[in-house]
């Protein structure tokens, strides 16, 4: 289930084809989902809820052909390695992995592996991969550290265009989004300037939020369908709702360098908070934007390569309108991530309920909202 299945239109700037990161050209999503037992939490055997997810920016090595990327931070309780090279250098050198918090480490490594594996003769590697995570640990047994090497290659094995899963599924299989069952989603916008059609493709891993801030176009869904209709999970002891956190992946073709990527990446954060996410003191919502407009040579940087690189950049009279479309598809996202979660029940017996679409529809109606009334 997806917001435009229901009617739900979230701004003004249409999607893509697929209306996904995908429809970013290049662009490539594989993931593993690992769900397995049930019951009481027994660590390092389960309930496991949980996995990982990568984008790829090009189908080539991203490592000897980097492209230009920026990041932001709107809230630091979380991690995102790699960001370090990303701001000095202006280029993102790896995929890009998510997965719970827990496992960075493995997947970071799995990921370094890969690039070695793929060089001819064992040729020296040098890598700083970007990981992302969210706490998967309401319903995931996430001490256990169940994402292995293994998966990560699968993951990259699968790396595709085309269709991207949404909901329980890759980095997101264990995730809750203000109080309801969250993980996966993903939204994309094109838009047209001068005559140029140009792509922003938006990849979310959403685990954040308090369930009576959530609104969706404007409506106070999270008001409208409280706890005593759809319960919470159950924290663990000592964690507060909405103690979670959100990475925000966003690809676009629009030719941008480097500093105005980094603007872009501000921009999913306007996103989060038109769903009423408010970047809490426990949650990290970390944000990385790419363009594949220019696809650089990493010898392109060394001492013997040439001094001039010709670039393409768009005009910043024009960039407004790659904001505005940022924007609308992190909100399009993180409500596809909602819509296409299934109720999941984790350790312990903790249930995180699936966003009704019925209701949410009602919702949208009673505010005079655009949507499929039935």
Known sequence: MRARELGIVIGSAAPGPLNAITDVPGVRVGMTTLVSGDGPLVVGRGPVRTGVTVILPHAGDVGEEPVFAGCHRLNGNGELTGLEWVRESGQLTSPIALTNTHSVGVVRDALIAAQVAGRPDGAASWSLPVVGETW??????????????????????????????????????????????????????????????????????????????LRVDGAPVGREIPPGEVPLPEP?????????????????????????????AQRPGLGVARMGGAGEQSSGDLFIAFSTANRLRAWDAVPGGPARVPLLMLSDAHITELFDATIEATEEAILNALLGAETMTGRDGITACRLPPRRLVEVMAAWNRPSAAT
């Not at 169940?146 to 991207?164: F, I, K, W, Y």
């Not at 909901?167 to 069952?181: A, D, L, P, W, Y």
């Not at 959100?246 to 073709?253: M, N, Q, R």
């Open 136 to 213: 998967d640990g309401r319903l995931n047994d996430i001490n256990g550290q169940h994402v292995r090497p293994e998966h990560v290659r699968s993951a990259l094995e699968r790396a595709a265009g085309g269709v991207v899963p949404e909901g329980n599924v890759g980095g997101g299989t264990g995730m809750v989004c203000h109080g309801f069952k969250g993980g996966t989603g993903t939204a994309s916008r094109v838009v047209s300037i001068e005559g140029q059609a140009y792509t922003i493709g938006v990849l979310v891993q959403a685990n954040h939020g308090r369930r009576a801030r």
């Open 236 to 264: 663990p002891v000592g964690a507060a709702e909405g103690g979670g956190s959100i990475i925000v992946v966003v690809a676009t073709d629009a030719p941008l360098l480097p500093h105005q990527l980094t603007r872009v």
